[in-house]
């Protein structure tokens, strides 16, 4: 089983503080091959150069690679552009490509704390 996640799911789980998840959340974190998309590292990096975080998205990805054993996926970025194409709910370029990696995935799940996802992807947890 695999298990993507977004954003501030990694950052959460980086930083070790991932409040009020759901127990099928929990036993994601404990049971699938975590993974997260390479869309997830350049958008950590935009945060981080807009002081939004404080680490840069090399020392964040070190840390959950090393610390925690979460991969970033090898996928082929043509096969998740082509999955991006069907996401037209929103204009967001992180949120499209992030959805449709875990999509081009096997219909993988994803964890996140955003709504906006949930509405438009049915295998989203928090």
């Known amino acids: 089983m695999i298990a993507y996640l977004d954003t501030n799911a990694l950052v959460w789980l980086a930083q070790g503080s991932l ?3 759901s127990p099928k959340v929990d036993r994601l974190l404990k049971q699938a091959d975590l993974l997260f998309s390479p869309m997830v590292l ?3 990096e935009y945060l981080y ?3 939004r975080n404080k680490r840069t998205a090399r020392d964040i990805q070190t840390k959950v690679e090393h610390e925690l054993g979460i ?3 090898d996928l082929p970025f043509s096969t998740i552009a082509s999955a991006a194409l069907d996401e037209k709910w929103t204009r967001d370029p ?4 992030i959805v449709a990696n875990a999509k081009a995935n096997g219909f993988a ?3 996140s704390a955003d709504e906006e996802i949930a509405r438009h992807y049915p295998r989203t947890v928090w």
Do not use: P, Y
């Open 19 to 21: 409040d009020g998840i």
């Open 42 to 44: 350049l958008e950590l």
């Open 49 to 51: 150069e807009v002081k």
């Open 71 to 73: 991969r970033l996926c």
């Open 94 to 97: 992180f949120d499209r490509l």
């Open 109 to 111: 799940w994803l964890i």
